[in-house]
């Protein structure tokens, strides 16, 4: 039940046009990925940095509140509130104000934790916590916002972990930084342009990229239609090791 009114929730029309919320960020399918990931691999440290109209914030944190552990940090300094409260239906009240009141209407306040913070090039947020999960929809999507981004939270993912960055797969100068950058650490190669005191070594580490994007058909927002997935686990010949792994049939 909780789950449908989450759903409800993102399915609600906020425009003359049948506009939705989940479409308003183009993020009305992405968000059942992100709940089917967190339901199957249990993330204790979840990030998000731009939460808009909280359509990803609730089904991660659905998801979360079904495991019965972990937090969502929803980071969002409400930059875009001004223009969404006159085009939408949100009057005469603060974005924090919309944001807390959501959570506490689909009874999520107790699995998320939101902070006004203003991202910028050189300073994000730290959950000081090694981070499971992280979905960037705040800062530039261009190939040198993902290298602020990367250079800063590589350093402060775990071992068994996804980063999601908005819209970088088809931007193009983004797309085919991010297929050289990854293909170094494939390699066990840390770029100059990532490397810093935090991050000093990735030899351990496996590095798989996946490029998620939508089809322009029934995509009324067309402009947010893919997503870059950074995959990163141990280097091993095991999968999880806290999954149930099988050498005879």
């Keep these: ?13 906020v425009r003359e046009d049948g506009l939705t919320i989940g479409e308003y960020y183009g993020t009305e399918h992405f968000g059942y ?11 204790k440290t979840v990030v998000e940095l731009g939460s808009g ?5 609730c089904m991660m944190a659905q998801a ?15 930059e875009d509130w001004k223009t ?19 959570l506490k209407k689909l009874n999520l306040e107790k699995v998320v934790k939101f902070k006004n913070v203003t991202l910028t090039k050189e300073s994000f947020f730290n959950p000081g916590k090694p981070i499971d999960m992280l979905f960037c929809d705040a800062p530039d999507s261009n190939a040198q916002g993902c290298i602020n981004l990367l250079k800063y939270y590589l350093p402060l993912m775990s071992e068994y972990s996804s980063i999601f960055i908005d819209r970088s797969s088809t931007i193009n100068h983004a ?8 293909g170094y650490l494939q390699q066990g190669k840390i770029p100059a342009c990532l490397r810093s005191n935090n991050l000093k070594s990735i030899s351990h580490l496996k590095f798989t990229l996946v490029h998620l994007a939508e089809t322009k058909e029934g995509k009324k927002h067309r402009q947010q ?25």
């Design 225 to 249: 239609n893919s997503r870059t997935w950074i995959k990163i686990e141990p280097a091993d010949i095991m999968i999880h090791n806290q999954v149930e792994n099988y050498f005879s049939s």
């Design 64 to 78: 979360l509140k079904e495991n019965g552990k972990g937090i969502l940090w929803a980071i969002d300094n409400g």
């Design 33 to 43: 990925l992100l709940y089917s990931l967190i339901r199957m691999e249990q993330p």
């Design 53 to 57: 109209l909280g359509s990803t914030s």
């Design 84 to 102: 969404l409260s006159q085009t939408l239906l949100y009057n005469n009240q603060s974005y924090e104000d919309f944001f807390r009141n959501l």
């Design 1 to 13: 039940m909780s789950l449908e009114k989450v759903i409800n929730y993102i399915n609600t029309k």
């Design 175 to 182: 797309y085919l930084m991010l297929e050289q950058l990854i």
